[in-house]
Every structure is written in structure tokens, then in C-alpha cells.
């Protein structure tokens, strides 16, 4: 698959207004050949899905650094699910929740929660991108 027809939604979930991470990820990504539509800041998850639907997306990538990704990403998978979205891709990064968790123990809970993969504070968007590369078999 062509890069340039890889379409990614990109927001910050809930009631998170934190912009500047939202800014660099959409650049990183559009830089790297993917068609990106960012959503900004505080996006429900109706609001990611039906972007999603509207625009054939291959992915959703979700940012939350206020703490509360885990009340706010419970439940996207299903509603994906519901949505016809069973193949779509799901990202989340950041700061996921409130307190201080061990990284393995984070990312588990949202593997379990239907996500493809986890993305602890401070990661590179190069990683984000090589993921994207790798799992929707694009040749490097």
C-alpha cells in the first residue's frame, strides 16, 4: 500500500485541550506521506469515528496527556467495531493515566481495551510512523 493513500485521524480524546503534541504529530505524519485529517483538540469519540467513516481512514491515532485516556479511550474498539470500522488501526499515546503506573502495566490495560498499540509520554513520532509502516505492510 501506497503511503499517500494511508489516511490517519488524528485528535486529542476527551476533555484535553493540550494542542502542542496534536501540532508535531500532524506534521511528523503529513511529512512522512500519510493524508492526515487532525481533529484537534477535545474530540469525542463519535466525532473520530465518524471522521474515520467519512474518509475510508486506515487509522486513528489518539493523544491524551491529561491523565484521563483510560475513562476516555474505554469502549472506542466497539464502537469502531459497530461502526464498520472491525480492521481500522488504533493508536493511543501520552499521558494515559493519573498517577504514577508502570508503562507495561498501562499498555496492557489498553491492548485489552482493543487498541493496537500503546505509546507511553516523550515517544518519538519516527516510532509512531515505523509502526504505521510495519503494520499496514508498507515497504520502508
Not at 114 to 127: A, D, L, N, Q
Amino acid at each position: 500500500m501506497e503511503m499517500d493513500r494511508i489516511t490517519l485521524i488524528l485528535g486529542v480524546i476527551g476533555a484535553d485541550v493540550h494542542a502542542v503534541g496534536n501540532k508535531i504529530l500532524e506534521y511528523a505524519f503529513s511529512e512522512a506521506g500519510f493524508n492526515v485529517i487532525n481533529l484537534g483538540v477535545m474530540v469525542s469519540q463519535e466525532e473520530f469515528i465518524e471522521a474515520a467513516v467519512e474518509t475510508n481512514a486506515s487509522l486513528i491515532v489518539v493523544s491524551s496527556l491529561y491523565g484521563h485516556g483510560e475513562i476516555d479511550c474505554r469502549g472506542l474498539r466497539e464502537k469502531c467495531d459497530e461502526a464498520g470500522l472491525k480492521n481500522i488501526l488504533l493508536y493511543v499515546g501520552g499521558n494515559l493515566v493519573v498517577g504514577k503506573s508502570d508503562f507495561s502495566d498501562v499498555e496492557k490495560k489498553f491492548l485489552a481495551m482493543g487498541y493496537s498499540r500503546v505509546y507511553p509520554p516523550g515517544t518519538s513520532p519516527e516510532k509512531c510512523i515505523e509502526d504505521i509502516k510495519k503494520d499496514m505492510a508498507i515497504e520502508a
